[in-house]
């Protein structure tokens, strides 16, 4: 089968991989110059290159473990303790074990206890159908109280949702909270997080090499601009340049960039796929010749921060660099996109001096802002009804993105497992079960 494949991010790369492997032969189209997408690599003029976005592995992300021991990866895979913590009116406080919780200043004893017992209730928690349904805020106010739901959780979720969270689904946080207890490992709940050697960017450069070894097609620098439907089926995909033609297509693109390249699709399933809302994102990356902060992660509950954390990571391949990730998400309608990278630079690294003090200019020697419209969609309340299906209504067409793994949260660990889901759908051509599964 000639299967064409938009959109060359890890989805995209690892379903086209796992299609190759099954005999099938596939082409991918990427509009970048480059495979990865969220996962991409920024290269720098003097020759370094660092993650795009800062991505860790978890001690519990099975599937991204075994899909670098597939690739022969498995010995660059590294894992070490990490240090997590809060910045509290310009103030830093750990967070990186249970005496660090047992001690947190921020929120009382008695709040300290329920915050707990909601992270242990949420870990035990099996049935979470039921909190698709409920909105985020009622679910942590019922469970944490009023008083730790403004002191801790307000700003963090102010902060993921840019400020929209009203119709979020407590299973964000469920989900949240049980990807994040992978973190914490042994009686003292160290946190500890794994990197690839060579980043993220390895494991995308090992896929495309068994790809085009097995006879796969990587077209770059290739932007779909129509997906072609005729008589309840696709098969033919335009380009700028030139016109594809497949037996199957899976667009492995964010929904809303899928439903502007279908046009002549059923103004019902259109509206289907307008009710999926996605998180942009504004992220500047500094490679500095100094270490900044001794925590991996700092979580920011300041409202009048431009940015939400502060993730700072030695370099993986050069220790003499440290790489901060400064990210701020941006509601669907926030108006940060159009904002220039000078006056992003002048208002993050004066808010980042107040938080230390110490920072200096000349420690800089790279600084980018990478912006991206779809990095993550929103998982609203009564999703269940809204997800959009793998297997659309048109026979050969399927979609493949993070708003089909809920309840899961939108990772690298989900996307390569839904990227096995849809493999599997494509080879059968048609549709098993989508049934979402309960981590
Ligand atoms: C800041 C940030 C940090 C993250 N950190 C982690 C982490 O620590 N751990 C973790 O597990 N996950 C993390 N994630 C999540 C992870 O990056 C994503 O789940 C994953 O990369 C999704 O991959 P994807 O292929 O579905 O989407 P994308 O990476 O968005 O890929 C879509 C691709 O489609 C291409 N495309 C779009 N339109 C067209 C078109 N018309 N024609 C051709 N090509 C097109 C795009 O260029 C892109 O390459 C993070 C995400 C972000 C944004």
Redesign the pocket.
Known sequence: MRVGI???????TTIAWLLTQAGHQVTI????ND??????DLDFEDGLTVAR?????LPT?QA?QDLCARLGLQDDLIFQNARTGFVHERQIYPMTNIRDFLVFPLINLRDRFRLGNTIIQARNRKDWLVLDSIPVRQWLVNMCGQSAFEQIWRPLLEAKFDGVYDQVAATYVWAWLNRMSGIRQGPTMQGTIGYLRGGHGSLIQKLAEAITDAGGQILLN????EIELVNGHAGRVRTFDTTLDFDAVVA???TP?FSR?IPSAESSYLRRLESSTYLG?I?PVMVLNHPLSPYWTLNLTDAESPFSTVISTPHPVNPNYHVVYL?RYTAPDNDWMGVSDDEIREAWLAHLKLIFPAFNESWIEHFAVSR?R???PIFNIHMLETMPAVQTPYAGLYLA??AQVYPDL??????IVHAGRVAQIVRQGKPVSERVTVP
Do not use: F, K
Not at 6 to 12: A, K, P, Q, S
Not at 29 to 32: A, L, N, P, R, Y
Not at 410 to 415: F, G, I, N, Q
């Open positions: 938009i959109g060359g991010g890890l989805m995209g189209i990427e509009q970048g495979l990865g997408g969220l996962n991409g976005y800062q991505h860790a592995i992300d991204v290739t932007r779909v601009r492995a693109i964010a960039t390249l994102l992220c990210p991206s779809y990095v993550e993105n993070t939108p990772t690298s660990e989900s996307a």
